[in-house]
């Protein structure tokens, strides 16, 4: 059964997110018992109209966990808008039966749509990809932030309280330290020029103009040679297939 919600046009956190803030934090929250009436009538009957103000009465909470992300140098407002897409799809998938309150379902999905985003806006190349790595990305950098560089044995409890391997903190680490590199830069305005990765990742073994030449210059050959061939009697075609190209070269 789809419950798709509409969307709010007046509540935008991107049009004015001050505006927003104020709007959304005077939406008055539910009582416990309004939440699970809410919710029992989505569960059971798919109502848009519940689903609305289930999303409506939480989206302050959506707006407080953004907040405690906003060390990444993100707009808080894009931050928004992905927990509110996670909100969305906790209160769709929420069961009333199970005795919780939305807004303890609701904050591993607002979460996880904001750790997407992060992890795909922070850096222009992805920083995580693996299970370990997205553990450890959230984790490492509050870590680093009190720490600076771990030494060894920090590392090494780092690794053992996320249950993930030292040689992946280590990574992790070097990964949160870099920044991103031009592939090719402007020679003008860059002074390591001659360090970017355009100079030194080339593959020398594979041109791609070079191999193109190559084979268009084997079809024109093999089209001569057929056309030339073509042109002979049977026993002379036999004369040349036997003595030079039925064999090996």
């Known amino acids: 059964m789809s419950t798709a919600l509409q969307p709010i046009p007046v509540l935008v956190p991107g049009a004015d997110l001050s505006a927003y803030i104020t709007t ?11 939440e699970q009436a809410l919710a029992t009538e989505l569960h059971d009957n798919g109502s848009v109209e519940a689903a609305r103000e289930l999303v409506l009465a939480h989206l302050r909470f959506v707006v407080h966990i ?7 140098g993100l707009a808080q407002a894009d931050l928004i808008q992905e927990g509110n897409v996670g909100l969305m799809k906790a209160v769709k998938r929420f069961d009333p039966s199970r005795g919780v309150r939305l807004v303890s379902f609701a904050v591993h999905w607002i979460k996880a749509e904001m750790h997407e985003f992060i992890l795909r806006n922070w850096r222009i190349v992805k920083i995580a990809t693996t299970k370990a790595q997205r553990k450890l990305f959230f984790n490492l950098r509050s870590a680093k932030a009190r720490l600076a560089w ?10 053992e309280d996320l249950g993930v391997s030292l040689k992946d903190v ?43 030449e190559d084979a268009d210059w084997d079809t ?29 070269k």
């Open 24 to 34: 959304v934090s005077n939406i008055a929250p539910l009582t416990a018992e309004r």
């Open 66 to 72: 953004a907040k405690s992300y906003s060390g990444y």
């Open 150 to 159: 771990l030494s060894h044995d920090e590392a090494k409890a780092v690794a």
């Open 170 to 212: 280590q990574q992790m680490e070097g990964r949160l330290t870099a920044g991103d590199m031009s592939f090719d830069p402007d020679p003008v305005d860059d002074d390591s020029t001659g360090s970017a990765p355009v100079y030194y990742l080339e593959d020398k073994s594979s041109d791609p103009a070079a191999a193109l």
């Open 220 to 248: 024109q050959a093999r089209d001569n040679l057929l056309d030339a061939l073509a042109l002979l009697d049977a026993r002379s075609q036999d004369i040349l297939r036997s003595r030079w190209l039925s064999e090996p």
